[in-house]
């Protein structure tokens, strides 16, 4: 007799990459996107929930060191011809919908977005292929004061959310200042002039030194490994660095220094221009240089910007894993880019906006301390007696009738342990207790299991019989008491 083959069990594991997210992080993101919204509300942006997936020739190829349009993102072929992606970010599908709906939209177009992205690149440390963004975006105004009142936004949002003055910069920079540097150079070959700018986005790790190194012959970085150079001379170099070091002691200092540093570029004079204006929308708006200022080595890696860019980064000091301290970093970025819709419509359609990495500004919060942990859970009905089951969920009832997160449990009744231990892990604040004697006498008992907890760790007899963790109420006083306890309890 042929054995018969067991069938093979799939592995219940997350996809190498991705993560799942549950309840907390999950309310604590809404709640967080809740209030970004109403700045962005606030600022006269209307929402736009576009189409997860975009045709891969919609996307285009702007992803970092990406050569051919389907490498970096997650891409199927329909059929013969047509290939189709998860999206990398908002923006593209953005230009796709400006271009496909524009006789419908207002001039200039103002919307924000929030989802997921995928990328299918390598995933590593707090790296993932999946990740939640929450754009907002200017389609056709070519006045860089649409630049100017994005940053002003961001600013607005990070104090809204928590993160105070201080504790962020918003550093901005111009896509086309950095070309009038490689113009300067006498760089025409694309490869070596993307390169430059990787480089430059180094700066901050390695300093002027190692951008020199790696501009020129290459360098031994702290691993010991050596990293090829460009193989730029000296005199190809010194822009760059000069650019890189512009940096003064106020923003007049700063743009006085950028101009001798583009000097005979258009272009890069241009740049300058912009950076001024948008330095004097800022200042007149009362963001000052504590919040928002010019720094030249902000590049952003996506290919397609063409004008200002910016980056949000948090400047307060955390542990990294193995107990160094180090600054939080960059929570959100953009930038203009306005050649984007023009690869629809053929014609130049100017646009800027932002974009903020969701999971990171959560992160952030968390360890500020500005968002709890583990947030209060439901207070729950416990079960003394299964056959009165209908009086819990009435219990349950008056209390969401009330605005009170309530839950009647809903396992095996027949250990009340258990029941106190599942109340633990939903961290409920009370748990409500009606035996047959309550019941009798017309009274129930709330437990305080916050307070109890504490008291079993450290309270003496005396402050225990001072602050009992668990009290009988008259039963028609549940909402009322209830109510009570949870005003001091949060």
């Keep these: 007799m042929v054995k018969e083959k067991k069938t093979r069990r799939p592995k219940a594991q997350t996809p190498k990459g991705f993560r799942d997210y549950f309840d907390v992080e999950v309310s604590q993101r809404s709640e967080m996107l809740g209030t970004i919204t109403s700045v962005y509300d606030r600022y006269g942006f209307e929402a736009l929930e576009s189409s997860a997936v975009e045709t891969v020739e919609a996307l285009g190829k702007f992803l970092p060191d990406v050569d051919r349009p389907n490498e970096g993102v997650f891409a199927w072929q329909e059929d013969e011809a047509d290939w189709v992606a998860l999206r990398y970010d908002l923006t593209a599908p953005l230009a796709r919908v400006y271009a496909q709906y524009k006789n419908n939209l207002p001039s200039p177009y103002r919307r924000y977005a929030m989802g997921s992205v995928w990328r299918n690149e390598k995933p590593g440390p707090g790296r993932y292929r999946q990740f939640y963004q929450c754009d907002a975006d200017t389609v056709g105004a070519a006045n860089v004061a649409a630049d100017a009142e994005i940053c002003m936004m961001l600013s607005d949002v990070l104090e809204q959310i928590g993160i105070p003055s201080g504790d962020y910069a918003i550093r901005v920079n111009s896509r086309k200042v950095l070309n009038g540097v490689l113009e300067n150079m006498g760089l025409e070959d694309q490869g070596k002039r993307d390169a430059v700018l990787r480089t430059i986005d180094k700066f901050d790790k390695v300093g002027e030194a190692g951008v020199r190194e790696l ?3 290459g360098r031994l970085d702290s691993s010991g490994a050596y ?5 730029l001379s000296d005199a190809q170099s010194d822009p760059v660095l000069a650019f890189l070091t512009s940096r003064g002691e106020d923003t007049a200092k700063t743009l006085s220094n950028l101009r001798k540093t ?5 272009v890069g004079q241009v740049g300058v221009d912009e950076l001024e204006a948008i330095a004097s929308f800022v200042d007149v708006g009362g963001y000052g240089v504590d919040k928002i200022y010019v720094d030249p080595s902000v590049v952003r890696g996506l290919g397609y910007y063409t004008g200002p860019v910016f980056e949000a980064e948090l400047t307060f000091e955390i542990l990294d894993k193995g107990g160094s301290k180090r600054q939080f970093g960059s929570v959100a970025g953009g930038g203009r880019y306005d050649d984007l819709v023009k690869r629809f419509t053929g014609q130049e359609v100017p646009a800027t906006g932002i974009s903020i990495g969701v999971d ?6 968390r360890e500020k301390g500005r968002i709890a942990v583990q947030p209060i859970g439901p207070v729950v009905v416990t079960v003394m007696d299964r056959e009165r089951m209908v009086d819990y969920q009435a219990m349950a009832s008056e209390l969401r009738k009330a605005g009170i997160r309530a839950e009647v449990y809903l396992g095996n009744p027949k250990n009340f342990g258990n029941q106190l231990k599942y109340a633990d892990q939903r961290n409920s604040p009370l748990a409500i207790i009606e035996g047959e004697s309550e019941k009798e006498n017309g009274i129930i ?10 008291l079993a760790k450290s309270a ?15 039963r028609s006083k549940l909402v009322e008491i209830v109510q009570s306890m949870l005003k001091s309890i949060v």
């Design 215 to 217: 501009l020129g012959k």
């Design 227 to 231: 990293i090829d150079g460009i193989g």
């Design 262 to 266: 583009v000097s005979g570029s258009t």
């Design 460 to 474: 003496t007899l005396e402050e225990w019989k001072e602050n009992p963790a668990q009290i009988k109420v008259v």
């Design 360 to 365: 990171r500004l959560l992160t952030a919060l």
């Design 445 to 454: 008992q709330i437990k305080d299991l916050i307070l109890g907890s504490k």
